[in-house]
């Protein structure tokens, strides 16, 4: 089947072991970052990478249509690591994804080279009509905790999708994508087991047990 005029043609998924080895090393960096120096073997011993082993494993398979083998990784993935990344995506190598539960990502998708997704993230379909198509990640994107991408958008390279933001389109090259003001605000109120006692006193020692929802 010829590829429609003026759509780009989808890239397809780098070698598998090259991938890997890839993988390894953007991981050792990312957890260095935390722990200091972390060698590939050290980043061979995280769920991280065997769930991302698995889902490449799976998208390998699905391009040879060996397609049972396939849904077996997809399978897998889901109970050892509780992700749901379906096989069929475009994943560039040396993708990082340190915390896998929760995570999604549909098959249509396509994620550049040294990409991160952190836990919850969600990425696929709107689920509306008129809007067919799944997000495209350019290289180096970051995608923090609980984020989500839906529909047919771009992201941009060296761009970061802030945690619990929603992106239902295209973001340019080098942003930084925040969730709503009100979802990031700090939110006080008095605490009215405290309104009789003097600023000076101290607080009884049952105060937090007392405090109104």
């Known amino acids: 089947m010829s590829q429609p005029h003026g759509i780009p043609p989808r890239p397809k998924n780098p070698p598998l072991l090259a991938a890997l080895r890839a993988d390894a090393r953007e991981l050792s960096k990312v957890k260095a970052a935390d722990r200091g120096a972390v060698g590939i073997v050290d980043a061979l011993m995280l769920p991280g990478f065997w769930s991302v082993a698995l889902w490449r494993l799976g998208n390998s398979l699905h391009a040879k249509k060996i397609r049972p083998l396939s849904r077996i990784c997809y399978f897998a993935n889901m109970v050892l690591f509780g992700a749901d990344l379906a096989s069929g995506a475009v994943v560039g190598p040396g993708f990082v994804m340190p915390h896998p539960v929760g995570v999604g990502v549909a098959s249509d998708c396509v994620i550049g080279a040294r990409c991160r997704l952190m836990g919850l993230v969600r990425i696929g379909g709107s689920g509306k009509r008129g809007r067919v198509g ?36 295209d973001v340019p090259a080098r942003m930084l994508v925040l969730p709503p003001k009100e979802s990031t605000t700090m939110r006080m109120r008095p605490r009215t087991d405290l309104a009789s006692v003097p600023p000076e006193a101290s607080v009884p020692p049952d105060a937090t047990a007392a405090v109104a929802s």
């Open 134 to 169: 799944h997000p495209v990640l350019g290289d180096d994107v970051w995608v923090l905790d609980g984020a989500k991408i839906f529909g047919p958008v771009e992201i941009g390279e060296h761009s970061v999708i802030g945690a619990s933001a929603m992106v239902t389109s």
